[in-house]
């Protein structure tokens, strides 16, 4: 007989219809899955030395009397409407990717505020046309799904007395009452695929707290906004009858749960592109004068795209050695002309490859992102070349007003008569 533990046969037998429950709350990402898996960060966002002004637009939308002002001690910016009718807004420059089957995590702080008669305040996830928001109206807290489906920007708002899990005023099963005065980490999860839930909550004592949520499965007929890609947005809004106000923007993060793949297709530009088949170099011929080579920029219609730095190769014909750089919001002298790129969301420069020297001089280098040196090692009748992998945290955007960021490679020569080629690769999100 076999050595071991002795094994004793057992039955088992269903009595009644065994029902498995889903995980639900906190332990569940948007899609009702585990949180197990490590989430990856797409955006964040803090105060420590100044107001972010490279990641952040802040305007005054409409009307007078508003204001922004950054504290450095408490790592934040407080907006302001006076006592008459204005708009102020701080809203990111860049919108973040949605990738479909991926739960989408929104985690904010500041102080909402406890409102007042005139005064909306709002902070979330959006723009004028779609998002998800929380908000005070005339003193009354309530969430929004903004959504331009339609066509017409319309606002889906549930106030804190109809909250579908959590009225939050002490009488939920959290019993917390929820002080909109104090600071707070606002939370959203949502899943897209155009028809998924959205639920929003507040972390309070390392606790996340649920109080509402949008199910749109087997309810709507159309996607429940027109695109998940989307910015973060802070703001404060007085009618005309309401007195001052503020709303305070602290920290912020764009995570996406379960990890992001970077699917998107690649692109390139380079200075002999649309050039009818002629190759055309830039004639770079003042010595520490920088010149525009190629500068992208987002399509008018394509602001909820993301667009990711790959790669930029800098090659001289002469035996020059040179500095390229990558600059975002150059001042460029001469006519330097964006035109749609074909199959893409991105409206692309060449610099000028006739004038000698090139008319499209750099007279303001705005943010220098990258740049480096190559030397000319081909002799007398060769040059130099270099291609280098790009990425950065900071990629291309638009300001509230619509203005897009551009991306420009320029080069500057160290020596005279410099012929250079350029071209830049970028990856499209959408």
């Not at 270099?386 to 900071?394: E, K, M, V």
């Amino acid at each position: 007989m076999a050595r071991g533990r002795s094994q004793t046969p057992f039955s088992a037998a269903t009595q009644s219809d065994q029902r498995v429950t889903a995980f639900e709350g906190p332990i569940s990402d948007a899609f009702g899955r585990l949180r197990t898996s490590t989430p990856q960060t797409i955006f964040d966002s803090k105060q420590i030395n100044d107001n972010a002004p490279l990641s952040w637009d802040d305007a005054e939308v409409s009307g007078g009397g508003t204001g922004s002002t950054y504290n450095a001690n408490q790592a934040s910016t407080t907006i302001t409407v006076g006592a008459e009718a204005g708009v102020r807004t701080r809203q990111t420059k860049m919108r973040f990717n949605y990738q479909p089957g991926k739960s989408q995590m929104i985690c904010v702080t500041g102080i909402l505020g406890v409102g007042a008669s005139g005064i909306t305040q709002r902070i979330g996830y959006g723009d004028d046309d779609n998002g998800l928001f929380f908000e005070t109206i005339d003193g009354i807290f309530q969430v929004n799904r903004r959504t331009k489906t339609s066509g017409s920007a319309v606002n889906n708002r549930t106030i804190q007395s109809n909250f579908n899990i959590d009225t939050m005023d002490g009488t939920g099963p959290s019993r917390i009452t929820i002080d909109l005065s104090k600071t707070q980490i606002f939370w959203i999860d949502f899943e897209w695929l155009s028809v998924g839930r959205v639920r929003f909550g507040f972390v309070i004592e390392g606790k996340l707290i649920y109080f509402h949520e949008f199910n749109h499965a087997n309810d709507l007929i159309v996607a429940y906004m027109s695109t998940p890609n989307l910015p973060l947005r802070y703001e404060i809004e007085n009618d005309g009858t309401g007195g001052a106000a503020e709303l305070t923007h602290i920290c912020t993060t764009v995570i996406s749960e379960g990890g992001a793949e970077e699917l998107g297709i690649l692109q390139y530009e380079s200075t002999t592109s649309n050039r009818a088949g002629s190759v055309v170099h830039i004639n770079a011929n003042s010595v520490d004068v920088v010149y525009a080579l190629v500068g992208i920029k987002l399509k008018a219609g394509f602001k909820d795209v993301t667009v990711k730095l790959a790669s930029m190769s800098v090659l001289a014909e002469t035996n020059d050695d040179f500095e390229w750089i990558v600059l975002l919001n150059p001042t460029i002298a001469g006519t330097f002309t964006y035109a749609d790129k074909t199959n893409s969301a991105i409206q692309t420069a060449i610099g000028d490859g006739v004038g000698d020297p090139s008319a499209n001089n750099i007279t303001g280098l705005g943010t220098v992102m990258a740049a480096g040196f190559a030397n000319s090692t081909g002799g007398a009748g060769g040059g130099g070349a270099i291609t280098n992998p790009l990425g950065s945290a900071l990629n291309l955007g638009s300001k509230i007003d619509g203005t897009q960021d551009a991306i420009v490679l320029a080069v500057r020569s160290l020596g005279a008569n410099a012929n250079v080629h350029g071209g830049l690769s970028w990856r499209e999100l959408s």
